[in-house]
Nanobody
Framework: VQLQASGGGLVQAGGSLRLSCVAS????????MGWYRQAPGSERELVAR???????IYSDSVKGRFTISRDNAKNTVTLQMNSLKPEDTSIYYC???????WGQGTQVTVSS
């Protein structure tokens, strides 16, 4: 059972990044998937979550800027992040939260 995230990096404010997460070892299409983030000294928080049929929910802080999507044929969940802000700097984690499966995290750093 594994979630492998990729796509983090360093970007200037206003820029974009795309995070991808590939799942293996479980029936991906049967689970809600999500992206969470945790900054130093802060608790882990929900960024976005996507249902089995693709219905998304977003935290208020990223609504209108981030888009979550899934491809059940490729066992992949993606987070497109636009108009990035310095406060988006964090480690981002891919998760199947109701299965308590977590990826290793990928660092996103947004410079001002």
């Amino acid at each position: 059972v594994q979630l492998q995230a990729s796509g983090g990096g360093l970007v200037q404010a206003g820029g974009s990044l795309r995070l991808s997460c590939v799942a293996s070892g479980f029936i991906f299409q049967n689970y809600i998937m999500g992206w969470y983030r945790q900054a130093p000294g802060s608790e882990r928080e929900l960024v976005a979550r996507i249902g089995l049929r693709g219905s998304p929910i977003y935290s208020d802080s990223v609504k209108g800027r981030f888009t979550i999507s899934r491809d059940n044929a490729k066992n992949t969940v993606t987070l497109q992040m636009n108009s990035l802000k310095p406060e988006d700097t964090s480690i981002y984690y891919c998760s199947a939260p109701y299965r308590n499966i977590w990826g290793q995290g990928t660092q996103v750093t947004v410079s001002s």
